[in-house]
């Protein structure tokens, strides 16, 4: 990969983790289009109820991860759109989104959320959350991949749900 390629990648990553704002563009006419906020926490809202489990359980009927537009450039933003569909037993359960950024195939960043406190009941939850594209970041294909893990009381966190999409950054 060339140079270039990577500290992109690398900007990328430190930028969607949210550990370094980046520098505005050079052109003031860009500098408005390029200020978008790099908090991109997920908030899921119930839009549904479902019938309850036993104490202690958890199922993931349905998980999605889509970014739209599927195309975008730098200094503009995609919105991922999230459909979860989750049932579950009464009590604390701590679930944990996990999203793994990839730049050509390769891994460069990764965010984790803790979002037990929003799915309190089995139902339908939707969510969106808007995700900058930094003014560095390389032309290619990029691919998001976010992973759901539960745990109760004190047992081992166990994988509950996987889903992915792809976007394309162009100049």
Do not use: N
Not at 12 to 31: E, F, N, Y
Not at 61 to 77: F, K, N
Not at 128 to 155: C, D, E, F, K, N
Request: glycine content about 8%.
């Amino acid at each position: 990969m060339p140079r270039w390629r990577t500290l992109g990648a690398v900007s990328l990553a430190l930028a969607l983790a949210g550990c370094v704002r980046l520098p505005p563009p050079s052109k003031p006419a860009q500098t408005a289009a390029c200020r978008v906020g790099t908090a991109w926490s997920t908030a899921y809202a119930r839009v549904r109820r479902l019938g309850d489990l036993d104490a202690g359980q958890v199922q993931v009927l349905h998980y999605q991860v889509t970014a739209e537009p599927r195309r975008g450039r730098p200094c503009g933003s995609l919105t991922l759109d999230k459909t979860l569909i989750l049932r579950r037993g009464p009590g604390p359960l701590r679930i944990v989104e996990i999203r793994d950024f990839y730049a050509h195939g390769r891994l460069v960043a990764d965010h984790r959320a803790f979002i037990g406190h929003e799915l309190t009941a089995s139902g339908v939850y939707k969510a969106h959350v808007t995700l900058p594209i930094p003014a560095q970041t390389p032309p290619g294909r990029y691919q998001i991949v976010s992973l759901l893990y539960a745990r109760w009381g004190q047992g081992a966190p166990l994988l509950i749900a996987r889903a992915q999409t792809r976007f394309t950054v162009v100049r």
